[in-house]
């Protein structure tokens, strides 16, 4: 549906479609590659206490938070913004470095949000295919002259590229802005931030609600050259200067703090990452290798839309995209051990 004073900019534009978010936990849900496990209890605790102070703005240059995340990641304050979700310092990337004259590369199978802000932006974009076994080939990206966005690992297949591929694709394109969304990258894959010091064109995006339980309290990060950060700000404060809020920003603070609590998550969504891949391999799926919370997998027996709809009907969500090429797999989040054995008895039940 649509008014009839709708902007002309905006008529054509299909918007993201997020993953179902059922209020009532009714399902086993391993849809949107959230954690299964809740939020550092420092984390909730600093949370806490800034929601008695939510009468006041939080600080709209979210100091703390930066200064914490660059003596974590070892940078300077400087080379770090805050925004809400990494999917907001997304939107900035769009609209600070791409336009008519400098279009935006990315894989055509990758995080479905990259075209819809493309559209959103009316950036012109490129599709870049996956090779047949959903590798990105380096060779694409190589001296391009574009703009370019690469989640590594990618979404939705969890295949992730060598930190040498990447600093190569930065370093043919000196003139263009690289971004690498390292959503995904705390299950496995090598992150390219210390590359930030070396290289003045490129942007590593990091996000809290993934591997740090905090999806729901929305909170991403930008790293880059502190020019680049500056850029970033100037959208940011042209947008919403309070963009995280105050107990958000604390309970950044916390879990970074709390960094024995991510680790052991990590550490056993990993393993059972392993240990579903093992039992879904018994059961004959095929599934690509993946360094993230997810798994993309997929049956000769059933067809993905159909899988989905059975898991469903048994009370587990997985994701199914209806895209030509990976229509025949699904995304499973990787969630508690329970969890999974729900999710391969279901499995069985739909395959007998
Ligand atoms: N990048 C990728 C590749 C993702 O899968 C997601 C999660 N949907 C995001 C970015 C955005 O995550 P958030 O806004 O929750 O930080």
Redo the contacts with the bound molecule.
Sequence with gaps: MMSRFFSNKYKELKPYTPGEQPQDQKYVKLN??ESPFPPSPLAVEYAKREAEKLNLYSDPTCKPLCEELAKTYDLKPENVICTN????V?DFVFKCYCDDDIPVAFPNI??G?YPVYAKANRVPFVEIPLKNDFTIDVNDYLGINKTIII?NPN?PTGIALELSDIENIVKSNPDNIIVI?E??VAFGADSAVDLVKKYDNLIV?G???KAMSL?GA???FAFADEKLISDLNTLRYSTNPYNVNRMTMFAGIGALQDAEYTKKNLETIIENREYTVNELEKLGFEILTSKANFIFAKSSKIDGKELYLELKKRGVLVRHFTKEQISNFVRITIGTKEQMDILLQKIKEVLS
Excluded: K, Q, V
Excluded at 85 to 88: A, C, L, N, T
């Design positions: 949107t590659n979700g990494s999917d907001e997304l990758s995080y949000f989640a979404a969304d959503a995904y995006i996000t809290y609600s999806a929305r909170l991403g």
